[in-house]
């Protein structure tokens, strides 16, 4: 595993422990990690790397090697191989038994207050000083895509994730109304994978399946439609095969988690009060996370709401700018931390 140089010690840090990526995030130095939060252990229970050296790894690892990815879903599904990875990517930044940085994480919505104590004891046992904060997720995700959430204005936020959508609305620096869907980037990949299975017998890698979505998904017609060339395993002659999709049926491959996420923002709207909704007509959605990359989405949400549709600048990483700017600013936005475990 490579070491990372830590020329950081002892300054305060904000982790985005997100399902497909954790980023670390340092005071006065911005991001300075982002992996895919995925760990490969041994035979023997230790782990042989950490991010992107062990993702490289998923679908091709002999039978004594796991890839595991510990959060799944947004919630976590391996809690001891998550506490090991959280504390591989703190010591990466942090490395020092003599100085306790402050720091914030941001937790998926789905996980629980026992496992938000865990997270923060695993934080504190990697060298936290006590008590490691919690943000919530979309509140993080509003903060950094550079929405006023301190005010008395309705902000809707969706971030789309590997494992969950979070819909939000913030307003006075709370959240008023949300929902938290086990619909996510992983979603759209299985939908893939089942639709090339189907339709054409060729068995399809999950890192495969992510490409094919980034590269040929959409969640709305495109000015160009296109063809193009996936490979995969025949599931008739076990041999390796290439077949030809097109954009059009990939687009209808997922569909369903499409339409889930955009069913996610339509119950939020419902249930926002009027006087903040009348604010996300004129102000928009704010669009976050990976998911909001898939391309036609925006135009999707936009014909499905008939408000106007923003992505954040920098998407992938809102909720570690947003954890962040909670540090920088840590006086200000104290109020939208957590310390303790709430259920
Ligand atoms: P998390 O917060 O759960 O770790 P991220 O916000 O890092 O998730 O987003 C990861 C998800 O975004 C993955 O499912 C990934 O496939 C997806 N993603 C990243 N880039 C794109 C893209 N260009 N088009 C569609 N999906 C994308
Ligand atoms: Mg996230």
Known sequence: MARFNSNFLGRDMAVDLGTANTLVYVRGAGIVLSEPSVVAMGSNDKPLAVGSEAKRMIGRTPAHIRAIRPLKDGVISDFEVCETMLR????QVHNSRFSKPRMIICVPSGVTGVEQRAVQDAAEFAGARKPAYIIEEPMAAAIGAGLPV????????????GGTTEVA????GGVVTSQSVRVGGDELDDA?????????????????????KMELGSA?????????EIRGRDLVTGLPKTIVTSTEEIRDAIEEPVSSIVDAVKVTLDKTPPELAADIMERGIMLAGGGALLKGLPERLAH????????????????ALGSGQALEEF????????????D
């Open 220 to 228: 709305w017609r495109l000015e160009q439609e296109i063809m193009a």
């Open 169 to 172: 609305v913030i307003s006075l």
């Open 150 to 161: 301190q005010e008395p204005t309705g902000n809707m936020i969706v971030d789309i994730g």
């Open 304 to 319: 499905e709401t008939g408000m106007p549709i923003r992505i954040a600048p920098r998407p992938l990483e809102a909720v």
């Open 192 to 212: 893939v994978t089942q639709f090339i299975k189907k339709e054409y017998s060729l068995a399809l890698g999950e890192r495969t399946a992510e490409a094919v």
């Open 331 to 342: 006086e200000v936005l104290q109020g939208v931390l957590f310390s303790s475990a709430r």
């Open 88 to 91: 591989y990517f703190i010591q």
